[in-house]
């Protein structure tokens, strides 16, 4: 690749895209709650649908289950096209989506209908992590915590005001104003974004992985049936485990075809990422331990004082007395936003999950009265809009800016599949409580979810705790470039013959050598990567078993770069000799892990000598055979970041000891 020397070598200033952000920050956030909203809103409709519109239970809890599915399988697939295609063009097609849904729902009073509305409204929950991509891009870089933060709670503030909201409206109105009500805020909000929000400059390139979006949405759609059905169905019953069988086969075949493919639907690379794994992790237990402070408080609130424990309240009152956590959440974005950006989302989501675990095991002893159980309610969601506000960012500091929509949606995704497993698991629970005689569950049961829900926050806390220390050791080494890159420039790295090199990094520094994005390579080699503009930019690839290779250019918007070329291959080599010095050509060398199994293997030339790939960074053992003679060499191989030579000398002919011999 060669350099230009014509521009000036200097970051680039805030991308005049950027304003204040404050109505793009609002616009967005009521993009959330309204998705948000329309998750609960039909809840309290659902003991009376049978009655309604002529069904069994059984078959009335498919609009629930239609909503988790669709949400579930359109999270993933969805954001993967906002990174390629245009943002703020997926966020009016999702709000199109809730419309037509609420159009579908509204006029019907067919089972079959209601359940695809349910699932067409299910779709809109793609929408959080794609807004919360776009306030990446759009916005000044010192308001993406606070926006970040307040997107973030959107989902916990739509849910919770959703609850009191549908049992109103039910009341007061025809039932078909809860499904159309959604549709109506959407309309208004596509008119909002089209006004304020910008569509964003960083893309993704090529093609759409449509088999691995068939494949994972099968996936998603099996495995959810089974944790959402099985209380009804049987955890052991054949469906269920048909469901699960089916869905685990599925992701088997999906994440190899991941890591064959150009333009994956999920990188499964990035994902594999220590910083990245733990965030998704953190998501599906977080999400378990929120999810039980509304499943749980609810119940408690609704169950008769006749148990001992219960507080007698109906359904919309239960609402109402739920409504503080999910208000808590808006007024604490603030603070949210503010601890993640002034000491790191490492230290804000630990803080998050140790409240979370001390709050859960307070409210087994407090909990006999409303205020006790409010006031556990809103304590547990301190904790949680910490963790929640915070694990977007760290999502975003550690997967490359054109992939970040992508990222939040497998993590918005894993959050689903955390809040799918606490309704599951409380149903079972608090059913296997209830004692003859009795329709309710004993506090025991009760308690019992407070413990698993404090289990599961601690088990966050441990996840997290060693990039937690690391933050607070090192401090914050993040450059100010990093979120200021708004334009994507695009290459291939590849060999000397031409071919792609697939897993190879590259990453983008401004002209001061500060840190502004990365990306793997695909199968194919391709990369893209977000830069600051037309300035000088340098680029360093590197590959594991090859030499890095960099260059310093200037960069134009939309540029296809030269192919970063890799042609000196990391080796480790030498030769192979006898006792007696001689080289023995034909003999075989092999690289074997320390922890077991075969790395590579090849036979020495006719001048004795061998040539192995350099294997990753770690040790190993590099042994030599002459299968003719009988003789062998091991030694231990320590692989860094350079060639190595390595002459290994046979051994005296021996044996192995016979078999020892019993009395």
């Not at 929950?125 to 308001?143: N, S």
């Not at 304590?379 to 939040?408: K, W």
Request: proline share 5%; charged share 10%.
């Amino acid at each position: 690749m060669s350099a230009s020397t014509s521009s000036i070598d200097a970051a680039p200033a805030t991308p005049t895209g950027r304003g204040g952000g404050g109505v793009v920050i609002a616009v967005l956030a009521l993009c959330g709650t309204v998705v948000s909203l329309q998750q609960t809103m039909v809840l309290p409709l659902v003991p009376d649908l049978p009655g309604l519109i002529g069904t069994t239970a059984g078959n009335a809890s498919w609009m629930i289950t239609a909503t988790l599915v669709a949400g579930a399988v359109a999270t993933p697939v969805i954001s993967r096209m906002a990174d390629m295609y245009g943002k703020r063009r997926m966020i009016l097609v999702t709000l199109a989506i809730v419309a037509l849904g609420a159009l579908v729902g509204g006029l019907s009073t067919s089972l079959p209908f209601l359940i695809l509305a349910r699932a067409l409204q299910g779709m809109g929950m793609a929408l959080v992590p794609i807004g919360i991509a776009t306030m990446r891009d759009e916005l000044d870089p010192d308001k993406v915590p606070l926006a970040v933060a307040l997107m973030s709670a959107t989902l916990a503030i739509g849910a919770g005001v959703g609850l009191p909201l549908g049992g109103f409206l039910a009341e007061a109105f025809d039932w078909h104003v809860v499904l159309w009500l959604p549709g109506v805020l959407a309309l208004l909000l596509i008119g909002l974004v089209l006004a304020t929000v910008s569509e964003s400059n960083v893309r993704t390139a090529g093609a759409f992985d449509v088999r691995g979006a068939v494949l994972l949405s099968l996936a998603l759609v099996l495995l959810l049936l089974a944790v959402s059905k099985g209380s009804d169905w049987g955890w052991i019953d054949a469906r269920t485990l048909g469901c699960l069988a089916a869905g685990i086969v599925l992701l088997a075949v999906f994440v190899p075809l991941e890591l064959r493919i150009p333009s994956p639907l999920v990188d499964i690379r990035t994902a594999a990422q220590p910083v990245v794994m733990v965030a998704n992790a953190i998501s599906i237990f977080m999400g378990f331990a929120m999810f039980i402070n509304m499943l749980v408080s609810t119940q408690q609130l609704q169950t008769p004082v006749e148990t001992g424990y219960g507080l007698g309240l109906d359904a919309l009152h239960a609402g109402l007395w739920m409504a503080p956590s999910a208000v808590a959440f808006g007024v604490l974005a603030p603070l949210s936003g503010w601890v993640t950006r002034r000491f790191g989302a490492e230290i804000a989501i630990a803080a998050g999950a140790a409240i979370m675990a001390v709050s859960y095991l307070a409210r087994i002893p407090f909990s006999d009265t409303i205020a006790w159980v409010v006031i556990g309610t809103v304590v547990v969601t301190v904790g949680t809009a910490l963790a929640y506000s915070a694990l977007p960012t760290l999502i975003m500091q550690s997967v490359p800016v054109t992939e970040t929509a992508a990222a939040n949606g497998l993590n918005t995704l894993l959050r689903s599949v955390g809040t799918s497993t606490a309704s599951a698991v409380t149903a079972a629970v608090l059913a296997a409580t209830i004692t003859s005689g009795s329709a309710f569950p004993t506090f025991g049961g009760m308690a019992t979810m407070f413990v698993l829900a404090a289990g599961a926050s601690v088990v966050s806390l441990g996840l997290v705790l060693p990039f937690a220390r690391r933050r607070l050791a090192e401090g914050d080494t993040r450059s100010p470039e990093s979120l200021t890159a708004d334009h994507v420039v695009r290459g291939q790295v590849v060999d000397a013959q031409g071919r792609g090199i697939g897993g190879a990094v590259v990453t983008v520094m401004g002209g001061r050598g500060s840190h502004m994005d990365w990306s793997h390579t695909d199968s194919a080699g391709d990369f893209s990567v977000a830069t600051g503009g037309p300035i000088r930019h340098l680029l360093v690839a590197t590959a594991p078993g090859w030499s890095p290779v960099s260059a310093y250019v200037d960069l134009t918007d939309s540029q296809r770069l030269s192919p970063f070329v890799m042609t000196d291959r990391l080796t480790v080599s030498g030769k192979v000799t006898d006792e007696r010095g001689r080289l023995r050509p034909g003999a075989s060398v092999v690289i074997t892990k320390r922890t077991g199994g075969s790395v590579s293997w090849v036979r020495t030339d006719d001048e004795g000598r061998y040539r192995l790939p350099l294997p990753a960074a770690g040790s190993y053992d590099l042994t030599a055979v002459d299968r003719g003679v009988g003789t062998s060499r091991s030694q231990i191989l320590t692989v860094g970041g350079q060639s190595l030579t390595v002459d290994l000398q046979l051994d005296q002919p021996g044996s192995l000891p016979g078999p020892v011999e019993s009395d």
